[in-house]
């Protein structure tokens, strides 16, 4: 079992920059790949970007992509979500997910074990 946290979301406008970060519980974060999902009012959770063990492979939605950029600090048990440039669409509950298999293999919810209990993230125009 891993305890997920986030933290940093809030409230600003669009363009400007936020960084979002995920605590993980446990050491063996370092194995784990991580993701990020969202949700906004009414509609399903989807994905936005995720990170292998290592942090050497990446993969983002096509709607975050060149905008996004996920990382990782396995020293720090820790994985962020930097967004520059965001848009009124990218408002939603973010979310951080751990899949202990250590690969990324897909960007359903499904695909992930442990989950974090979310933060707001709103992007006024």
């Known amino acids: 079992q891993v305890q997920l946290v986030e933290s940093g979301g809030g409230l600003v406008q669009a363009g400007d920059s936020l960084r979002l970060s995920c605590a993980a519980s446990?050491?063996?974060?370092?194995?784990?790949?991580m993701g990020w999902f969202r949700q906004a009012p009414g509609k399903e959770r989807e994905f936005v970007a995720a990170?292998?063990?290592?942090?050497?492979?990446?993969y983002y939605a096509d709607s975050v992509k060149g905008r996004f950029t996920i990382s990782r600090d396995n020293a720090k048990s820790t994985v962020y979500l930097q967004m520059s440039s965001p848009t009124p669409e990218d408002t939603a509950v973010y979310y951080c997910?751990?899949?202990?298999?250590?690969?990324?293999?897909?960007?359903?919810?499904?695909?992930?074990?442990?989950w974090g209990q979310g933060t707001q993230v709103t992007v006024s125009s």
């Open positions: 997910a751990a899949d202990p298999r250590g690969r990324v293999r897909g960007y359903h919810p499904s695909e992930y074990d442990y």
């Open positions: 446990r050491r063996t974060f370092s194995y784990y790949a």
């Open positions: 990170t292998s063990w290592s942090g050497e492979n990446t």
